[in-house]
């Protein structure tokens, strides 16, 4: 059973045409909630962490926010150069040395 | 730039061959990961490392096997190569405090024919 889920897989927009991506976890217990950004042929590069319900974090055109089950990561107007996969990731059953990662989703913003 | 580097970063072999891929940090972090990345399954934890000598297994590890002699390198060998193991490489550090957020290298891809 998948512990974190991402949706939607894929995700088009128009340049400033708001939007959200979602994060639903399973894990108990968290201790922490990663969003990445990952460009093509490059590494994830981090975002932001949110610790607990409630918490809010911004950068530049988005905002993430946090709940007792999901994240949601918020894109205001964006622009091409959001085109991206963004990715999420929760400390494991395990421990927080051992990140599980949602599948992703492609975010394509069109001119 | 969490100062991680991999090498190679493209690497295309043949079924049956050792490979070891290389990561190399400068900040003197203890903690390093491999992930597998592959479409439809996100990334993956292949191993980590808790120190000098200190590894432990993460999801799919079976295939792989790590060694860190030096804080700075963390290697991942695949000691006979399968097609199935043709994937991006990712090496991470874990470096946030408090909450331990991790930072990923450049990756490698590799090619088993």
């Known amino acids: 059973e998948d512990q974190v889920t991402q949706s939607p897989e894929a995700l088009r927009l128009q340049e400033g045409e708001s939007s959200s991506l979602n994060c639903s976890y399973t894990?108990?217990?968290?201790?922490?909630l990663f969003w990445y950004r990952q460009d093509p042929g490059k590494g994830p590069e981090f975002l932001f962490t949110?610790?607990?319900a409630g918490e809010e974090k911004e950068k530049e055109r988005l905002k993430a926010t946090l709940t007792k089950k999901e994240s949601f990561l918020h894109i205001t107007a964006p622009k091409p150069e959001d085109s991206a996969t963004y990715l999420c990731?929760?400390?494991?059953?395990?421990?927080?040395?051992?990140?599980?990662f949602g599948k992703g989703t492609k975010l394509t913003v069109n001119p | 730039d969490a100062g991680i580097t991999q090498s190679p970063r493209h690497k295309v072999t043949e079924t049956g061959t050792p490979v070891t891929l290389r990561c190399h940090q400068t900040?003197?972090?203890?903690?390093m990961y491999w992930y597998r990345q592959d479409p439809g399954h996100g990334l993956r934890l292949i191993h980590y490392?808790?120190?000098?000598?200190?590894?432990d297994k993460g999801e799919v590890s079976d295939g792989y096997s790590v060694s860190r002699s030096k804080t700075e390198d963390f290697l991942l060998t695949l000691e006979s190569a399968t097609s199935s193991q043709t994937s991006v490489y990712f090496c991470?550090?874990?470096?946030?405090?408090?909450?331990?957020?991790?930072?990923f290298g450049p990756g490698t891809r590799l090619t088993v024919l």
């Open positions: 991470a550090i874990r470096a946030g405090l408090p909450y331990n957020e991790q930072f």
């Open positions: 894990v108990s217990g968290l201790r922490g």
């Open positions: 949110l610790y607990s």
């Open positions: 990731a929760v400390p494991g059953e395990g421990g927080s040395e051992k990140l599980v």
């Open positions: 900040e003197n972090h203890r903690y």
């Open positions: 490392s808790y120190g000098v000598k200190d590894t």
